[in-house]
């Protein structure tokens, strides 16, 4: 995991989702909003990455991308899933709260800054590239934040 930044008192930390290695090893396990970036549907990594995080007692789960969409509602059905099913499968002890946006300044933006829970204090923001471009454009972007910068709408 690269470390970014630490804005608002958050480690900011960015990894590249790669099935091929243990991506979510160096995931904190409480205290930490996830981020997913994602612009091609891919309803099994998605899948994953959901159940992962909410193993993991994720606080927030914030989308960005064409995806956003789809992601935000798989979290909301995984979530319901859990709580209703007779197995009782692991959900964390606070709500863990579901958002998503398209555009990729005001999604980062929103997550770094507005993923809030009132249950859990968010501490730690993981942004997740499932699209292997984004690293550049996301660090120049934080860099950008820490300088005073703000999205337009």
């Avoid at 990894?15 to 891919?42: C, G, H, M, Q, R």
């Avoid at 995984?78 to 197995?87: A, C, L």
């Amino acid at each position: 995991m690269e470390k970014l930044a630490k804005i608002i008192n958050r480690q900011i930390t960015f990894e590249v989702y790669d099935t091929s290695k243990n991506w979510i090893a160096d995931f904190p396990t409480e205290n930490w909003a996830l981020v997913i970036v994602a612009e091609d549907e891919n309803k099994n990594y998605f899948d994953e990455i959901i159940r992962k995080a909410i193993d993991r007692n994720v606080g927030y789960i914030h989308c960005v991308g064409k995806q956003h969409d789809l992601i935000h509602n798989m979290a909301d059905e995984e979530i319901v899933f859990r709580d209703v099913d007779i197995e009782k499968l692991h959900l964390p002890k606070h709500i863990i709260m579901t958002t998503g946006i398209e555009d990729f300044e005001n999604g980062i933006w929103y997550g770094i800054y507005a993923t809030h829970n009132e249950e859990t204090v968010i501490n730690q923001v993981v942004i997740l590239d499932i699209t292997k471009k984004a690293f550049q454009k996301t660090l120049e972007l934080v860099r950008k934040f820490e300088m005073g910068y703000l999205p337009k709408g």
